[in-house]
């Protein structure tokens, strides 16, 4: 199952979560409605809210409640994207010029705020306590890892273990909420919930290791970003940290200093380290069991074209090439 199949099993509630996007972030200040539209419009795979209504379906449940659940998960998400291109400097995703380089840092944080704020707005409507519960508890942790992430940056010491803390925080924890907000929204018993949990954790966290591999072994054009922004920014990734724990003393030297400079002078002897030490693999191999981890949680979802298209999804994260 490809996931243009994934998606049509689904195209339905899709067209709904794009209407509610895009009449939820009505604004009567046009800078807002500019920016909003801009970022929204800029496409992207739509991976979480596309978890959220398949994994809703897959529990059986069959109003409309969870396309704007799915709606309230993409604007977070898009949320931190406002603020990480800011954080970050950057000036290209998704092949097109990011929001704050065409209206500059001031505007993005603040219609980054506006989007957090409107999907709290959304989940108020919704009227379920757990879910704002859920969700504010996903959101402080969201934040938890862009700070947790500026700590390690610069630092070559950092280990595996604080890596995926922060990838947990900073990625995986949405895939973990949409998640679980679905099984609320169905109903679903107590050993089916954390089955819920335990499938987006471990989703996120592998597509967040592909995403980091990518960055070393993507181009441009497929990525749809500048590559090497992560060791521009001197941000330790696991392909990095293995490198630099498996490498020669020359290969070492190099990455520590890239680390803690940044920049992107000696990319191309880095990912030669990289690929040489096989870090790649490494990052490949943890995303395969991260996804395989997800597919073992949907023991407890009884089976469907909704259960399985949930599996297909996990294979989709690490096989993707962009």
Same mark, same amino acid.
């Given at each position: 199952m490809s996931?243009?199949?994934i998606k049509s099993l689904v195209a339905d509630d899709l067209t709904l979560v794009d209407r509610v996007i895009?009449?939820?972030?009505t604004s009567d200040v046009v800078l807002v409605n500019q920016v909003a539209e801009y970022i929204i419009a800029g496409g992207g795979k739509r991976l979480r809210p596309l978890v959220v209504v398949v994994a809703a379906r897959a529990c059986g449940h069959a109003a409309k409640r969870h396309t704007e659940a799915a709606a309230i998960i993409e604007l977070i998400h898009t949320a931190t994207l406002l603020h990480d291109d800011v954080v970050d400097a950057s000036d290209l995703r998704r092949g097109r010029d990011t929001a704050n380089s065409v209206w500059g840092n001031e505007a993005s944080v603040?219609?980054?705020d506006y989007l957090y704020s409107r999907a709290f707005e959304m989940m108020v409507s919704i009227g379920e306590m757990r879910i704002m519960d859920i969700m504010a508890s996903a959101t402080n942790k969201i934040a938890e890892g862009e700070v947790l992430q500026l700590m390690n940056a610069n630092d070559p010491d950092t280990t595996e273990q604080r890596y995926f803390d922060v990838i947990y925080r900073k990625t995986a924890k949405l895939f973990e909420a949409g998640c679980a907000?679905? =099984?609320v929204l169905a109903g679903v018993n107590a050993t089916q919930q954390d089955a819920l949990l335990r499938y987006g954790k471990h989703l996120g966290t592998a597509?967040?290791?592909?995403d980091d591999a990518l960055d070393y072994s993507s181009t441009a054009a497929e990525l749809g970003k500048n590559l090497g922004d992560d060791l521009a920014e001197g941000k330790p990734t696991l392909p990095l940290i293995h490198a630099l724990k498996s490498g020669t003393p020359e290969q070492q030297a190099m990455i520590r200093s890239a680390i803690e400079n940044g920049g992107i002078e000696h990319l191309q002897a880095i990912t030669a380290a990289i690929e040489?030490? =096989?870090g790649l693999q490494y990052t490949a191999r943890r995303a395969r069991q991260e996804a395989d981890l997800a597919k073992a949680a949907l023991a407890a979802i009884k089976d469907s074209p909704?259960?399985?298209a949930l599996s297909e999804l996990a294979d989709f994260a690490v096989a993707r090439t962009h």
């Open positions: 996931l243009d199949s895009r009449e939820r972030l603040l219609v980054g907000v679905a =099984g597509f967040q290791l592909v040489s030490t =096989g909704y259960q399985r």
